[in-house]
């Protein structure tokens, strides 16, 4: 399983004093020797933690392939084809999110998507589409000649937590529900069981499957050992844990995990 280390939040911490520390430059070489495989980054349009000036730099730096998650907003688009990262995600994104909430509605945006890829693809960049754990986000994945999906965790990482956690998620809607820790296992179950059905129906398509959102030390596991995924990005986890272990223990703890 590859792991894909994504380092937004060392630009978060930054943009908490707008300042330049730390710098996600830092970052690239402790990572690469400590067993990860690709930078993931994510270029904001509010551009809340990673700048264009970063993903510059990151990307002509980085001794590991870049993978630049972004909007598909045409605007976004020029900038990142012109930034020539070896991959692009596309996500959907919302001005007042936390974080990614959701997977692209990929059937519903069909044609702009179309167009954002065919630009990317100009410019020699691999595509992977963020998306639900879902059949027909899939086939259209294909259709749109995407050689990644990056399947969304989100709903199997909010689950496990709201389970195996005695901190209040109030920020997780399906938190309102309270159900009981027997109902939360059946829908844990019920969860990675669409991770498990969409990874395969994706490599049955010829696609390659990443999976990523909320992935941590302690939900990990499962979803390392679903075969037909090879790629996890992780990012929150590894970056909150590094300010206790410093980064390089952060990455290689997250490493052993995704071992199969
Ligand atoms: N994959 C995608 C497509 C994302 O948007 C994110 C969050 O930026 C991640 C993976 C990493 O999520 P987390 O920070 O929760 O590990």
Known sequence: MTLGVNIDHIAVLREARKINDPDPLMALAICA?????????????DRRHIHDEDARRII??????????CAIEPSIIDIVGSLRPHRATLVPEKRQEVTTEGGLDVVGNFELISNAINKL??????????????RDAIEA?????????????????????????????????IDSLKLSRHELDNKIEQAYGELVDAA??????????????????QNVSAI?????????????????RSVFTGLATAVMDMKILCQR
């Not at 749109?144 to 901190?167: D, K, P």
């Open 33 to 45: 020797q400590s067993g990860a495989d690709q930078i993931t980054i994510h270029l904001r349009e």
């Open 141 to 173: 994945s294909e259709r749109l000649g995407a050689q990644w999906v990056e399947l969304h965790t989100g709903s199997y990482a909010n689950l496990y937590a709201m389970r195996h956690s005695a901190l209040p998620h109030s920020h997780h809607a």
């Open 224 to 240: 390392a050992q679903i075969d037909t995924i090879e790629e996890l990005n992780i990012g929150q986890s590894i970056i909150a």
């Open 60 to 69: 002509s730096a980085s001794p590991l392939p870049v993978n630049l998650e």
């Open 121 to 134: 693809k100009e410019h020699e960049i691999e595509i992977s589409l963020f998306i639900d754990p879902t």
């Open 200 to 217: 395969n129906y994706a490599r049955s398509l010829g696609l390659k499957v990443a999976a990523g959102h909320g992935l941590n030390y």
